[in-house]
């Protein structure tokens, strides 16, 4: 093969690993203070506010933010390295996920000067909190089947339709809205959509809480009822919505959350074995492996975002081995220890990684999907 | 450097234009055959000083280092080439280099041996002019050199036809060089890198070969590419063959900062050794999967990439031996994502 699917990494910069060092410190503190208990998937289910304010005070939150909207004007590398060790200490970041890792690159890209100015300052705070508003009850990764519609109005849109699985939608501030603003051509199915910020305060917003399997209350379903919303607020250009949309995946699927949802389980185990309470499973070492290798991809990701390359391919190639080897851990944790552990502290996360893993290999692009990108990238289709 | 591509620099860029022309993928003289050694191969990579990419200067080798293995030992895997590059050069020439010993021109293979003299499974012995072999003696670990002829040889090859012969040697006729245990410790890292490079080298060629099958070959009116389930196996096939170069990448980098003592760099390479030894079976699989019955004769090309794979995955060490092996590391740093990253503890 000529060109591999993922780029190969470059050396290890000494200057990123005294980052590292500096926020291990920091979390460290952190839980020695009781301030969080290391959890598993906790940048979707544990939303802690006032650690996403210590952080912001540190730097840590809209890293690569320019200065002029209150960021920090650091690299995209830098991001990457706080990014891995909130991961793999399984800090509670939800309430900044989206917001760091998605709408602020989106804002800074196609949003207007006006809209920068106003978002941009608060998510670098950790103030503002954003939401995704991509799927709907009839369209999942099929984003193109979108039915919620935006209608020209005077001075704005009017938008209504069902967003569906918006995590995190009854704390946060915002969405961008894709919604249909014309009609469905068959033929250019990608066409006439186009992205909203949906404040969620707006009158016709109704946002409802739906329980996952455990109990918890991680999702939404939000219904857009005749929602105004002014033209200032349009993100980029009506019409450019599937490739704005698309860009802002690239983010989504390439990050260090595709592997280290499940991270805690394995130091827990690794600990069991050292204390004699596990066995020590192969399969725990094979996992080990597999997540350096990962942790080198993720990172040769990062540096090719970094220097302005189309990354999708690579993304998906990340994502999809990521994502079920984070998933097998949950499972090999549960077959080998299992939720009658004798050490709380793994039970509890058996319990919470069998309960999540079934989210992690379609959120974010179903792995089906994704695997229809790798294949194509390998031009197959 | 974060972000540059270390392959940017013209010189790397020279060499591997030179190993696509060297290596060329697809011609196979020996079906059906055990795999015999390609002696104009071997001497074209004589002349170009490959055969000794790493060897110092002084002692006639080309004075490289693992940056410029790692390419040669992906090309050497992806051509499906029968020349003992790993042996001659990275083990033989390694050890004679390492107890002092001149390294005069010829074919080298080297093998561990045990109390009794013997080793199994040695690459390449049968057609070698001589063997650099290392072994414990009451004295401590010693290398020697030994003629071809002065070797007993049982001919055995392995799952790829690959010569993997049984040698017995008689230890005390023997006069070895003394060296710290730590070089047979090394030789078994070094040997597994060498087939985890070679691996995702052949990886990559058996991804070629489904590509271009599954684009080609129209089954039920469209080609077999266009099904979703055929896309879904190579992409995992892919995926997987992705995970081995990250992973044997990152091994060859660790070398070049840590040098093969670093804990770390037996990190790496354990991690490289396993995933290639895991993707293996996936690829093999989805390979022989997407192509159907042609990529199980004697005339595809797929099955001597495919065998090689699956029978490197246990040389110098079993997958699970790697596996169990990062286990025991993660359990000896207690904080297993420091470990991962290299960087200090939690």
Known sequence: MSARLVPRAGTPDPALTELRAEVRAFLKEQIDAGVFTPGIDTWLTRWNPEFTRALAARGWVGMTIPVEYGGHGRTFMERFVVTEELLAVGAPVAAQWVADRQAAPSLLKYGTEEQKQRFLPGIAAGEICWAIGMSEPDSGSDLASVKTKATRVDGGWRISGTKLWTSGAHHADAFFGLARSAPLDPAHRHDGLSQFIVLLDSPGVTIRPILSMSGDHHFNEVLLDDVFVPDDLVLGQIGAGWEQVTSELGYERSGPERFLSTFGVLESLVHGVVDGSVEPDTRIGATIGRIAGMHRMSTAVSESLERGENAELAASVVKVLGTKTEGDLADLADEIAGYTAADAHLAELVRAGVMQRPGFTLRGGTSEILRGVIARGLGMR | ?346
């Open chain 2, 1 to 346: 450097m974060s972000g540059q591509d270390a392959l940017q620099s013209t010189e790397l860029r020279d060499f591997t234009q030179m190993l696509s022309e060297v290596f060329t993928s697809g011609d196979d003289h020996r079906i059906g055959e055990v795999v015999e050694l390609d002696r104009a191969l071997w001497s074209t990579l004589t002349e170009l000083g490959l055969d000794r990419l790493t060897g110092s200067e002084e002692s006639g080798g080309s004075g490289a280092g693992w940056r410029e293995a790692a390419l040669l030992l992906e090309a050497t895997g992806g051509a499906a080439a029968a020349v003992p590059v790993a042996e001659n050069d990275l083990l033989a020439g390694w050890l004679l280099e390492t107890v002092g010993l001149d390294v005069t021109p010829g074919v080298r293979t080297a093998a561990v041996l045990d109390a009794d003299g013997r080793a199994r499974h040695v690459p390449w012995a049968r057609f070698a002019d001589s063997i650099v072999v290392l072994w414990e003696s009451p004295q401590g670990w010693q290398v020697a050199e030994v003629a071809r002829g002065d070797v007993e040889l049982v001919e055995a090859v392995n799952l790829a036809a690959e010569p993997r012969d049984h040698l017995r040697v008689d230890l005390s006729a023997l006069s070895g060089r003394d060296v710290p245990a730590g070089v047979a410790d090394e030789f078994r890292y070094r040997g597994a890198l060498a087939r985890a490079l070679a691996s995702a080298g052949a990886m990559d060629r058996i991804l070629e070969l489904v590509v271009e099958h599954t684009t080609a070959r129209v089954q039920f009116g469209r080609p077999l590419g266009k099904f979703q389930a055929v896309q879904a196996l190579v992409a995992d096939l892919a995926t997987e063959a992705s995970l081995a170069h990250a992973a044997a990448d990152a091994a060859v980098d660790a070398v070049l900062a840590g040098g093969f003592g670093d804990a770390s760099t037996r990190f790496a390479i354990a991690a490289a050794a396993s995933c290639a030894g895991h993707a293996a079976s996936i690829v093999a699989r989805n390979a022989h999967q997407a192509l159907g019955a042609i990529g199980f004769t004697m005339e595809h090309e797929l099955h001597r990439h495919a065998n090689r794979i699956l029978s490197w995955r246990s040389e110098f060490g079993t997958v699970s031996s790697w596996d169990a092996e990062l286990l025991a590391a993660a359990g000896e740093a207690g904080d297993v994502w420091a470990l991962i990253t290299g960087g200090p503890a939690r």
